[in-house]
């Protein structure tokens, strides 16, 4: 009696297979490698879920900052000509369901054989689906971690926010990262068995670039993992960051290579992390260079020491726009080996008419061209550095050392970075700082008296708040200090509170 001939499987968990293909055919070691038991048509659906999801949270973040947007307008048109009393209306809140999720969501903290063949299957849909999504990750983790991410003046979203999506995305991707390889040991582990001999994983990877670079990728991703953790992070930070770009650098070359070497259809997505990487890159070494260099000329600094901080003035090459709450990166090539920068708020800036010298008449073209009323003017800006262990305490000690404890320097900064939010639209400001932290306030304290003053902002009281630990810190900004209070209505409107924690004498409190 003739059997039953076996009926051809066509598809396995959606993956269309050979008519003379079976289930039964498949050699266990066939789920090992390349696109085998993995639906790519899951892979592609997964992908739109993913960018939809981070479509429409952003679009949802667009509509909530119209919203705010649009009561910030109404408050400060109907609060430009009213008193404290009228003005109350704006300080209630309307509803408090906002409130309400601010406190339970929004800052809540977190709480600290045929069945073993179809288990192939389900392992290598697992390894395809892993290693997908780890490639697809990789491009929000890239453009979360940029310094000119287009989606923070879009969203109006700090970059400090989006380094905490880089750190948590990159932790998403190193453990999916881990599940893959995880997945394919299983497979290779029951191909072995099937065909009854020593495990050959480790041979595997000798002459394999698919499988070498792959598992490089990993060993960096899992380093990162490591070295990116808060304490490791905080104690040598300068080292972190070299480390980490280092890393990362190996990590996205490897999946590329391991992509490109197995035919993978996700590579395009690493292709394209890579390309957004440099183009990042190419933005902001052409925004330093266009900032601080002209022609025959660069950025000058000079550096003053004052106790346990340094006074540091830069004086650019083109005028800048400056915004409150603004900060930007400085650079010192001279100072450290590294191309690292330090992210610092910018504390006071002037823009003057370039000085001419009356008494000597032009003798080049240059000094022709100070001489005529369209000259540009000079723009300067000043940072408080606090002195800490690495760049910043080396700057400090070198200036300390000069006859006049002040030197002039090599250096340029990249920015401004900032500077979202408005106060106009405010009757009452409270601001706070400690220590260094009050060069953020100035620039809303100089900010706030100037609107007042030109009536342009719904502003009634501002009230600063400054906590230091000695009366050293006075220094820091005793001149802009001495400018504010000179500022027309500084009696009406500003009231300044300072706190000294730890006095070296009884008579500094």
Not at 103 to 128: C, D, S, T
Not at 186 to 206: G, P
Not at 279 to 305: D, H, P, Q
Not at 331 to 351: E, K, R
Request: with cysteine; charged share 15%; glycine share 6%.
């Amino acid at each position: 009696m003739a059997s039953t001939p076996r009926m051809p499987v066509k598809h396995v968990h959606g993956l269309p297979l050979s008519s003379n293909y079976s289930l039964c055919s498949m050699a266990p070691g066939n789920f090992t490698h390349g696109l085998m038991g993995v639906n790519l048509q899951m892979d592609k659906n997964t992908t739109y879920m993913l960018w939809s999801t981070i479509v429409a949270v952003c679009l949802i973040v667009i509509v909530a900052r119209l919203i705010q947007g649009g009561v910030s307008l109404l408050r400060h048109l109907f609060n430009l000509n009213s008193d404290h009393v009228q003005q109350a209306y704006w300080a209630r809140n309307g509803s408090n369901a906002w409130p309400w999720l601010k406190k339970r969501l929004v800052y809540a903290p977190l709480f600290k054989k045929r069945h073993n063949r179809n288990f192939q299957i389900v392992l290598a849909e697992l390894r395809g689906r892993t290693g997908h999504l780890a490639f697809i990750n990789m491009m929000p983790l890239m453009v979360f971690g940029g310094r000119n991410n287009l989606l923070i003046p879009l969203l109006r979203v700090s970059f400090d926010t989006f380094n905490i999506f880089h750190r948590w995305i990159g932790r998403l991707v190193a453990f999916e990262a881990i599940a893959h390889t995880i997945a394919w040991m299983a497979v290779k582990d029951i191909a072995d068995r099937h065909v009854k001999q020593q495990s050959t994983m480790m041979l595997a990877f000798t002459g394999n670039p698919f499988l070498s670079w792959g598992l490089a990728s990993l060993i960096a991703m899992l380093l990162i993992l490591i070295q990116a953790s808060s304490a490791i992070r905080h104690l040598a930070y300068e080292t972190f960051l070299h480390l980490h770009q280092v890393l990362a650098i190996l990590a996205f070359v490897g999946a590329a290579i391991h992509g490109h070497t197995g035919s993978l259809p996700m590579t395009n997505y690493i292709y394209v992390t890579i390309g957004l990487w440099f183009l990042e890159r190419a933005v902001r070494w052409g925004m330093i260079i266009y900032r601080n260099f002209g022609l025959g000329s660069s950025t000058r600094v000079t550096v003053e020491a004052l106790p346990e901080a340094c006074r540091v003035t830069y004086q650019l090459q083109r005028p800048w726009l400056m915004r409150p709450g603004c900060h930007v990166y400085a650079h010192f090539p001279t100072l450290t080996w590294s191309l690292s920068s330090h992210p610092f708020s910018i504390a006071w800036y002037d823009t003057k008419p370039t000085t001419i010298n009356s008494e000597k008449l032009p003798t080049t073209t240059v000094d022709l061209a100070n001489t005529l009323p369209n000259r540009k003017d000079t723009t300067t800006i000043t940072l408080i550095m606090s002195k800490k262990s690495g760049m910043t305490g080396k700057l400090h000690a070198r200036a300390l050392a000069a006859p006049s404890n002040t030197i002039t320097m090599l250096g340029y900064i990249e920015g401004p970075y900032g500077g979202l939010e408005s106060l106009h639209s405010y009757g009452t400001v409270l601001l706070f700082a400690g220590g260094v932290g009050i060069t953020h306030q100035l620039s809303h304290v100089r900010d706030l008296l100037a609107s007042y003053d030109g009536c342009t902002s719904a502003i009634q009281k501002i009230v600063l708040i400054w906590s230091v630990r000695t009366q050293d810190a006075f220094d820091w900004v005793h001149p802009w200090m001495t400018e504010i209070l000179r500022m027309p209505h500084r009696r009406e409107v500003l009231k300044i509170l300072l706190f000294v924690t730890k006095p070296k004498h009884a008579g500094d409190v």
